[in-house]
């Protein structure tokens, strides 16, 4: 069984900055990548950011250049740095991670969801 455990969410004026970690724990298969994803009220989940087992990194337009993703492989531990927040930043965000079995099988984990307010 694996785990993920988020934390760093809160309540930031806008132009702050935030940083979420996660941490997976448990029956730890090899990581093939690791993201966050967010959902604002009334609207369907979407991608952040994520970073692949080799290094190479992907985000969501809107938050290029304020967003940055990073891992530590040894403690399969996700962070992410964001900067210069905006109101629509607001959402509720999930860590995700993806995993491979022995078969090659790929397989979905998230967190449970940390909240990010960014109002003044």
């Known amino acids: 069984q694996v785990q993920l455990v988020e934390s760093g969410g809160g309540l930031v004026q806008p132009g702050g900055s935030l940083r979420l970690s996660c941490a997976a724990t448990?029956?730890?298969?090899?990581?093939?990548?690791m993201g966050w994803y967010r959902q604002a009220p009334g609207k369907e989940r979407e991608l952040v950011a994520e970073?692949?087992?080799?290094?190479?990194?992907n985000y969501a337009d809107p938050v290029k250049g304020r967003f940055t993703i990073s891992r530590d492989n040894a403690k399969n531990k996700v962070d992410l740095q964001m900067n210069s927040l905006k109101p629509e930043d607001t959402a509720v965000y999930y860590c995700?991670?993806?995993?491979?079995?022995?078969?090659?099988?790929?397989?979905?984990?998230w967190g449970q969801g940390t909240q990010v307010t960014v109002s003044s």
């Open positions: 970073i692949a087992s080799t290094g190479s990194t």
């Open positions: 448990g029956s730890i298969l090899p990581i093939k990548s």
């Open positions: 995700n991670v993806v995993m491979w079995d022995y078969a090659r099988r790929e397989h979905d984990y």
